[in-house]
């Protein structure tokens, strides 16, 4: 009998995710915390939820467990392979996850593919290495994947129109670090940051796929957008701010070097990537098709479909000027 009184995560699904060439079932967990160490970044609005701060490390526990329980009470660990992790700000941060907490969480999806959220400071020996003992049970070759929010590889554009509180150095030494203890390593990259034009972001994401693909072993793209009480919300309010067109998504996504992943939270919304209206759906439904099947001639034929917002599209990439504010006082 599932119990009422389990306190639920910030969200939990299931859905399917490709993993070398095999399709899998995905369990995909937001954990409610303690909140981000770092809680600066100008996009995210997921810092804001967070458990109060006069909590104790005991009520913080009480919270994290209640929620783990609730996850294992709706889904049976026969049903999926995969499970991603995502919290507050970090997965590994102690202050976040306490450690006995780390330790129910690794047993309860023992035998599983992990791909859990961090930032750099946190891909340590002391996180990592009891982490990936407990989950590892020799299903598979890398069973722990350790998903860093790098966003772009230029470092600029990182802390002027992100904010992130980290350089690309700090990637890469993560990286390193994760690898040589036997975890691969996920990039997550935003397409179009705040402060940036549509042809800057498109140029962004493509020269950050190609830096970090010698650093990392997954790359997901993700289109920027709008979340709630935010810089960027701000800005998008005062009319100051575009989340990416679709057409901009399927441009990428055909001059990468490699398939990568990408899901358009939010495709065909105003908050989120979005053409005219008309031809959104049909894009969105391909690019996610694509991100299961890697079929490139499937995103050549998006990028010829016929809409009136194409040549809108061509025509802010080519006028569209530099965002005209100081960004520095």
Not at 5 to 26: F, M, S, V, Y
Not at 221 to 248: D, F, I, K
Request: with cysteine.
């Amino acid at each position: 009998m599932i119990s009422e009184g389990h306190e639920r995560p910030l969200a939990c699904w299931r859905g399917k995710e490709r993993h070398n060439g095999t399709i899998l079932e995905c369990l995909t967990v937001i954990f409610k915390t303690a909140g981000c160490a770092w809680n600066q970044c100008l996009m995210c609005g997921y810092r804001h939820e967070r458990f109060a701060s006069m909590e104790s490390i005991m009520g913080q526990e009480r919270h994290l467990l209640s929620q783990l329980a609730w996850v294992q009470e709706r889904y049976r660990p026969h049903d999926y392979q995969m499970v991603k992790i995502f919290t507050s700000g970090s997965f590994f941060d102690l202050l976040e996850i306490p450690r006995s907490v780390m330790q129910k969480i690794a047993a309860a999806f023992r035998g599983k593919l992990v791909i859990a959220e961090t930032r750099p400071e946190f891909v340590t020996d002391e996180t990592i290495i009891p982490f990936l003992g407990e989950i590892d049970d020799g299903s598979w070759n890398t069973p722990l994947y350790c998903a860093i929010g790098l966003e772009t590889s230029d470092d600029r554009v990182r802390e002027k129109c992100i904010r992130k509180g980290f350089l690309y150095k700090d990637f890469i030494g993560a990286a390193r670090h994760a690898q040589t203890l036997g975890a691969g390593v996920k990039a997550y990259l935003l397409l179009k940051p705040l402060f940036l034009t549509e042809r800057e972001a498109i140029d962004d994401m493509k020269s950050s796929i190609y830096d970090v693909l010698h650093h990392t072993d997954l790359i997901s793209m993700n289109p920027c957008t709008v979340q709630g009480h935010t810089e960027l919300e701000w800005y998008w309010r005062q009319g100051a701010y575009r989340p990416p067109y679709l057409w901009s998504v399927l441009s990428v996504l055909d001059d990468t070097p490699v398939p990568i992943t990408c899901d358009p939270v939010g495709g065909g919304r105003k908050r989120g990537p979005h053409n005219c209206g008309s031809c959104d759906k049909v894009i969105v439904q391909g690019i996610r098709d694509y991100s299961l099947n890697g079929d490139r001639e499937l995103i050549a034929s998006m990028l010829e479909t016929e809409c009136a917002c194409k040549e809108e599209w061509h025509h802010v990439l080519d006028q569209e000027m530099p965002f005209c504010m100081p960004l520095t006082r």
